[in-house]
C-alpha cells in the first residue's frame, strides 16, 4: 500500500515537472491589410502537442474566413508572408498542411485545435505570418485568398495574458526569454520586422537581420517618421508581444542572465543592446551594424519572435535611460527581398554608439546636444579635462600656503 502511495506521488510529481516546463505560449496580434477594418488578437498555447488558437476577431464579415499560417514572417505587404505553410503538400487537404489551421468567425472565445505544430522545437510557427482571409479554406485548393488581416507570431509574455482566456500560467518554470525555439531553428535564420506606432506615435520603418556567410548577423534599419533633433535607441526586447499597444508587454530586454545594459560594442552587454539610430537622411533614420555577438542561431536563444522597439531618446548605455517605447515590431523569419535599402552615401563608421555632436561645459555642469547626427561629430571642452586641471591648481596653491 506504502509502495503504491509512493509510486503515486513520484508520478503526480513527474507530470507536475513536465506540465511546468511544456507551458508554452505565443502571441499574435493582427493588423489590416490596407482599409480592412479587421483587427484582433490571437493567444497560442502548446497542449499536449496540439496548438490551441484562441481567437479574438473584430470586423469579419459573418461568413467563415481561412485562418494559415504562412511561410516567412514578413507583414510589409498584404502578399509579401509567401505560401500557406506546408501548402505544397499533394493533394492540398486541410488536415495534413501544416499551416491550414481553421476556419474561424468573427467574435471572442473562439477555440481551435490544430494537431502536428508548436511554438517551440522543430515544428514551431514562432517567427511566421499568421493570416485571416476573405473567404473560408478551400481545403481541395492552393488557390490563394485575399489577406485581410495579418500578424508575426511572437513569444508570450505571461504578465500579460489577458484574464479570463483561459490559458493559465505556472506559478514557476520555464517561462522565460530564453525557453523557447524560433521556426526552423535547425537552420540559422535571417529576420524581418515591420515596425509600427506606439499608441499616439506615428514611426514605421523595417528592421532586418541578414545572415551573413560567415555566421555574423547584419542589422540594418529605416525608420520613418523620427524626431530628426535626437538619437534614438533601438533594442531586441524579450518578447514578441504586441497585445498592449504602448510597447509594456515586449518586456526588458532580450539577454542572458548576467548581462548589463550598454552600447555595443561592450562585450557585457545585454544581447538585444544595439545601440541608436542617428543617422538621417530626407528625415528617414538608418542604421547598420554588424556583429557576431547575437552567437549560434541555430539555438534556442536566438532573436525570431521577439520585438524591436524604437525609443524616444538616445541610449547613452549604462544606467541610461531611454525615453517611452514609440515603435515596436515582432521579428519574422526573413526573405531574401527587401523593401527599403540604405542609400550607399550614407557612413555608419562612429554607429551604433552615436557620439554627441556637440557638448558645452557650464561652470560644472556638462550638457549634451545630440544634432542631425549624419557627420561625426568629437567631444570638445569637455569637462574630464577642465575639472582635473582645476583640481591641480587649487592643490598646488594650498601646498603653497602651508
Ligand atoms: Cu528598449
Same mark, same amino acid.
Given at each position: 500500500?506504502?509502495?503504491?502511495?509512493?509510486?503515486?506521488?513520484?508520478?503526480?510529481?513527474?507530470?507536475?515537472?513536465? #506540465?511546468?516546463?511544456?507551458?508554452?505560449?505565443?502571441?499574435?496580434?493582427?493588423?489590416?491589410?490596407?482599409?480592412?477594418?479587421?483587427?484582433?488578437?490571437?493567444?497560442?498555447?502548446?497542449?499536449?502537442?496540439?496548438?490551441?488558437?484562441?481567437?479574438?476577431?473584430?470586423?469579419?464579415?459573418?461568413?467563415?474566413?481561412?485562418?494559415?499560417?504562412?511561410?516567412?514572417?514578413?507583414?510589409?505587404?498584404?502578399?509579401?508572408?509567401?505560401?500557406?505553410?506546408?501548402?505544397?503538400?499533394?493533394?492540398?487537404?486541410?488536415?495534413?498542411?501544416?499551416?491550414?489551421?481553421?476556419?474561424?468567425?468573427?467574435?471572442?472565445?473562439?477555440?481551435?485545435?490544430?494537431?502536428?505544430?508548436?511554438?517551440?522545437?522543430?515544428?514551431?510557427?514562432?517567427?511566421?505570418?499568421?493570416?485571416?482571409?476573405?473567404?473560408?479554406?478551400?481545403?481541395?485548393?492552393?488557390?490563394?485568398?485575399?489577406?485581410?488581416?495579418?500578424?508575426?507570431?511572437?513569444?508570450?509574455?505571461?504578465?500579460?495574458?489577458?484574464?479570463?482566456?483561459?490559458?493559465?500560467?505556472?506559478?514557476?518554470?520555464?517561462?522565460?526569454?530564453?525557453?523557447?525555439?524560433?521556426?526552423?531553428?535547425?537552420?540559422?535564420?535571417?529576420?524581418?520586422?515591420?515596425?509600427?506606432?506606439?499608441?499616439?506615435?506615428?514611426?514605421?520603418?523595417?528592421?532586418?537581420?541578414?545572415?551573413?556567410?560567415?555566421?555574423?548577423?547584419?542589422?540594418?534599419?529605416?525608420?520613418?517618421?523620427?524626431?530628426?533633433?535626437?538619437?534614438?535607441?533601438?533594442?531586441?526586447?524579450?518578447?514578441?508581444?504586441?497585445?498592449?499597444? &504602448?510597447?509594456?508587454?515586449?518586456?526588458?530586454?532580450?539577454?542572458?542572465?548576467?548581462?548589463?545594459? &550598454?552600447?555595443?560594442?561592450?562585450?557585457?552587454?545585454?544581447?538585444?543592446?544595439?545601440?541608436?539610430?542617428?543617422?538621417?537622411?530626407?528625415?528617414?533614420?538608418?542604421?547598420?551594424?554588424?556583429?557576431?555577438?547575437?552567437? &549560434?542561431?541555430?539555438?534556442?536563444?536566438?532573436?525570431?519572435?521577439?520585438?524591436?522597439?524604437?525609443?524616444?531618446?538616445?541610449?547613452?548605455?549604462?544606467?541610461?535611460?531611454?525615453?517611452?517605447?514609440?515603435?515596436?515590431?515582432?521579428?519574422?523569419?526573413?526573405?531574401?527581398?527587401?523593401?527599403?535599402?540604405?542609400?550607399?552615401?550614407?557612413?555608419?563608421?562612429?554607429?551604433?554608439?552615436?557620439?554627441?555632436?556637440?557638448?558645452?561645459?557650464?561652470?560644472?555642469?556638462?550638457?549634451?546636444?545630440?544634432?542631425? #547626427?549624419?557627420?561625426?561629430?568629437?567631444?570638445?571642452?569637455?569637462?574630464?579635462?577642465?575639472?582635473?586641471?582645476?583640481?591641480?591648481?587649487?592643490?598646488?596653491?594650498?601646498?603653497?600656503?602651508?
Amino acid at each position: 500500500m506504502k509502495r503504491v502511495a509512493i509510486l503515486l506521488t513520484l508520478s503526480l510529481m513527474v507530470a507536475l515537472a513536465s #506540465a511546468v516546463s511544456s507551458f508554452n505560449y505565443a502571441t499574435c496580434i493582427l493588423q489590416p491589410v490596407g482599409n480592412s477594418g479587421v483587427s484582433g488578437n490571437i493567444l497560442i498555447e502548446s497542449r499536449g502537442g496540439n496548438i490551441a488558437f484562441l481567437t479574438n476577431l473584430n470586423g469579419l464579415t459573418q461568413t467563415s474566413h481561412g485562418m494559415t499560417i504562412r511561410t516567412t514572417g514578413d507583414i510589409y505587404g498584404a502578399s509579401t508572408a509567401g505560401e500557406v505553410l506546408g501548402a505544397t503538400a499533394v493533394p492540398y487537404d486541410c488536415s495534413t498542411v501544416a499551416g491550414s489551421i481553421a476556419n474561424v468567425t468573427n467574435g471572442v472565445d473562439g477555440l481551435y485545435i490544430k494537431a502536428n505544430l508548436d511554438i517551440s522545437g522543430a515544428n514551431s510557427i514562432v517567427g511566421r505570418v499568421l493570416a485571416i482571409t476573405d473567404v473560408a479554406e478551400g481545403c481541395n485548393t492552393t488557390a490563394s485568398a485575399t489577406v485581410l488581416a495579418q500578424c508575426v507570431i511572437g513569444i508570450g509574455n505571461k504578465d500579460f495574458i489577458p484574464q479570463g482566456s483561459g490559458i493559465t500560467p505556472p506559478a514557476s518554470g520555464i517561462v522565460n526569454t530564453i525557453a523557447y525555439q524560433a521556426a526552423d531553428a535547425s537552420t540559422p535564420q535571417s529576420g524581418i520586422c515591420n515596425l509600427s506606432p506606439t499608441t499616439g506615435n506615428t514611426v514605421n520603418g523595417i528592421v532586418y537581420f541578414n545572415l551573413e556567410t560567415n555566421g555574423s548577423i547584419t542589422v540594418t534599419a529605416a525608420i520613418n517618421n523620427l524626431d530628426t533633433s535626437s538619437a534614438h535607441g533601438i533594442h531586441i526586447h524579450g518578447f514578441g508581444d504586441l497585445i498592449l499597444a &504602448n510597447g509594456s508587454s515586449v518586456g526588458g530586454h532580450w539577454k542572458t542572465g548576467s548581462q548589463v545594459h &550598454n552600447l555595443p560594442p561592450n562585450n557585457t552587454r545585454e544581447l538585444g543592446d544595439l545601440g541608436n539610430v542617428c543617422v538621417y537622411e530626407s528625415k528617414i533614420g538608418y542604421y547598420k551594424y554588424n556583429t557576431d555577438y547575437f552567437g &549560434n542561431q541555430n539555438s534556442v536563444n536566438n532573436f525570431i519572435g521577439r520585438a524591436v522597439v524604437i525609443h524616444a531618446i538616445r541610449d547613452a548605455g549604462f544606467n541610461a535611460t531611454f525615453g517611452a517605447r514609440i515603435a515596436q515590431c515582432v521579428i519574422g523569419l526573413g526573405t531574401a527581398t527587401s523593401h527599403q535599402t540604405i542609400p550607399s552615401t550614407l557612413s555608419f563608421a562612429s554607429e551604433p554608439i552615436c557620439t554627441p555632436d556637440t557638448t558645452t561645459t557650464t561652470g560644472s555642469t556638462t550638457t549634451t546636444t545630440t544634432t542631425d #547626427a549624419t557627420t561625426t561629430g568629437t567631444t570638445t571642452g569637455s569637462s574630464s579635462t577642465i575639472v582635473p586641471a582645476f583640481i591641480m591648481i587649487i592643490s598646488l596653491i594650498s601646498f603653497l600656503l602651508l
